[in-house]
């Protein structure tokens, strides 16, 4: 096989994808490529991967059960540390139960894979992150999407009676535009239409709500109303997986049948230990969702006062429109150069022509570095 041409036209395209190394990291400071930088792309949006508590929990889970598991949950490698952390997922959501995955990716995957079957229909947001996208495609289910938010668009696909059951997949908080999904017109739909919803809340889960728990409840949604949830640990909970939190049937389903489940090494112990520190720290901690969201309405704020084209979001992610993705990489070039990390999001990730600067705020940023960087970001567009 020879990769060359493809290689080269992607090149081409500005569309070439590489990484950069991390030398060290003291969140929101960081040094990369030999660079002392301000991470404005990192979704810790509490601060919470370098608490230390959480940090003194990882170790004092390493000493306790090792640095790996050893194995998959059901052969040998499920620990108190993973149980109890279940527990608490599911007390904190407000759910019968919950199941750990070790990411978010494998968590949708395996759950749309092991709920659905090919006499089944499964309706997505076009805007879904790519694993609620492949998931539904693996599933061999009559896989349709719908246009972004577009509760017309969703209530004409549901009223043609195409398959025995459906499935509503949405991101909770859109990953590249930070947006909200309608979810009290989804959960009035899918009872209308009897259909089933899951909400993917990567990004709301530690973040919105009065206690933290997420987009549901933001929006005062319960398990009866949006009965799949899934959400990560590796953004604002600050550490590494995922769950999937319902009814008692749903995850013993998902046990028996979610192959990215079975089929993998259980997360470390260790790691379920730091999380449920940070877990509780979300929780306890309150001034750093405030202190987000304080960020948040500055940025905006100052950004609209100085003509940025910052998109409409209320969340955390704050992308700017640029348009080309060739533009969309100079501008993050020249924002490096100046001392802020800001990834360029570029198709086929977002839509072409839509290619972006995805700003994203944390509670640990302070203002005379949210003020940098819309200094620079005023230049670097402008230039
Ligand atoms: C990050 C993300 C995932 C994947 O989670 P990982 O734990 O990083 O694999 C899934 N869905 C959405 C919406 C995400 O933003």
Redesign the pocket.
């Known amino acids: 096989m020879d990769f060359s041409e493809e290689l080269k036209r992607l090149e081409q395209q500005g569309l070439y994808r590489s990484r950069r190394v991390i030398e060290e990291t003291q969140f929101p400071k960081i040094v990369v490529d030999g660079r002392k930088v301000i991470n404005f792309c990192s979704n810790d949006y509490l601060g919470l991967s370098q608490h230390p508590s959480v940090k003194q929990a990882f170790i004092e889970g390493v000493e306790r059960y090792g640095a790996g598991s050893g194995s998959a949950h059901l052969i040998c490698g499920h620990s108190q540390a993973h149980h109890a952390l279940e527990e608490e997922l599911a007390d904190f959501t407000g759910r019968d139960r919950a199941l750990l995955f070790s ?3 494998m968590a ?1 995957i395996g759950t749309l894979s092991a709920l659905l079957k090919p006499a089944d229909r499964v309706l997505e947001d076009r805007l879904n ?1 790519a ?2 996208l492949d998931g539904g495609l693996l599933s061999r289910a009559k896989f349709r999407r719908y246009q972004h938010n577009d509760m017309s668009d969703l209530k004409n696909k549901l009223s043609l009676k195409e398959q025995e059951n459906t499935l509503i997949v949405s ?1 909770g908080v859109f ?1 590249m535009d930070g947006d909200l999904a309608p979810l009290p017109d989804m959960v009035r739909l899918a009872r209308q239409y009897k259909a089933t919803l899951m909400v ?1 809340d ?2 709301g889960f530690g973040v919105l709500g009065g206690t933290g728990a997420g987009v549901l409840e933001h929006y005062g949604l319960k398990q009866q109303d949006v009965p799949i949830l899934m959400g ?1 640990l ?2 604002a909970v600050g550490t590494f ?2 769950f999937v939190a319902g009814s008692e049937q749903l995850i013993e389903i998902l046990i028996q049948k979610a192959r990215s489940y079975i089929y993998t090494t259980a997360m470390p112990a260790a790691l379920a230990e730091a999380t449920r520190v940070s877990l509780r720290l979300v929780q306890t901690e309150t001034w750093r969702r405030e202190q987000l969201m304080h960020n948040i309405q500055s940025f905006r704020f100052k950004a609209e006062q100085r003509g940025l084209p910052v998109m409409a979001s209320g969340t955390a992610i704050q992308p700017l429109l640029i348009g080309s993705a060739e533009q969309a990489m100079t501008v993050s070039q020249k924002l490096m150069e100046k001392g802020f990390w800001v990834s360029a999001i570029r198709p086929p990730t977002v839509p072409k022509g839509q290619a972006r600067l995805r700003v994203t705020l944390s509670a640990v940023h302070q203002p005379e570095q949210i003020d940098g960087l819309l200094d620079a970001l005023e230049k670097s567009i402008n230039d």
């Open positions: 990411t978010g990716f949708n992150h694993s609620l991101d990953s993917d990567a990004h990560t590796g953004k997986g995922a």
